[in-house]
């Protein structure tokens, strides 16, 4: 707690960690069906560490700075699709027995909100920088031949594992009656790399009876 020469609070400080585990419980990529995608980890577990410092300036801004980084575990795939060639796009027609070693994924946050900045009117702002590091891929087909045939392929596959991705997200909301709350959102993409650039405009009317 931070106060003023008058003894007058003026703002508080509160530092943040949390440690999590992420299951993979989401649909996994099946190797034998075209356009398959995973909706999870695709199989494999991680453990999140994250912290956050936070200032709110009491009545006026709530501010914070955070990251936090995320570590999967290894994971052996005994159908893998990997191109035999770097020029190959798209479906791969050839499997082969694969070790998967993630690489760590990491993210960062600055973000601020103001309640009531202006009469009944609140605002946030929130900028996240968010990234993969490169997999580690390892064939693990007993055929000497056939190891040779995917190197190239899985140097490929490493290479695109790797993204990161520059987001912005902010919003207004407005308290039109004790009754009535209306809102507006807006999240864009900013910069990055192997991610998809979308946008997103939301807006909120809210009525409470």
């Not at 707690?1 to 419980?25: C, E, K, Q, Y």
């Not at 007993?142 to 987001?167: D, M, Y």
């Amino acid at each position: 707690m931070f106060r003023d020469n008058d003894g007058n609070d003026v703002a508080t400080l509160a530092p943040s960690v949390s440690v999590g585990i992420w299951l993979p419980t989401g649909k996994k990529l099946d190797h034998d069906k075209p356009f398959s995608i995973a909706s999870g980890n695709d199989g494999h577990t991680g453990v999140c560490v994250e912290g956050a410092l936070n200032i709110d300036f009491h009545q006026t801004i709530l501010a914070s700075v955070g990251g936090g980084l995320t570590s999967f575990n290894d994971k052996v795939f005994d159908k893998f699709r990997v191109p035999n060639h770097r020029l190959q796009n798209g479906f791969y027609p050839w499997t082969t027995k694969v070790k998967r070693d993630p690489g760590h994924s990491w993210f960062a946050h600055a973000s601020m909100r103001s309640i009531h900045f202006i009469p009944d009117t609140s605002f946030y702002f929130d900028y996240s920088y968010s990234a993969h590091q490169q997999d580690t891929l390892t064939c693990e087909d007993v055929s000497a031949p056939r190891q040779t045939l995917f190197t190239e392929g899985l140097k490929l596959l490493e290479e695109r594992s790797i993204w990161n991705c520059h987001e912005l997200h902010c919003g207004i909301m407005y308290e039109a009656s004790p009754n009535m709350e209306m809102g507006l959102a807006f999240h864009t993409h900013i910069g990055g790399e192997m991610t998809y650039r979308t946008k997103t405009l939301n807006g909120t009317v809210r009525f409470l009876f």
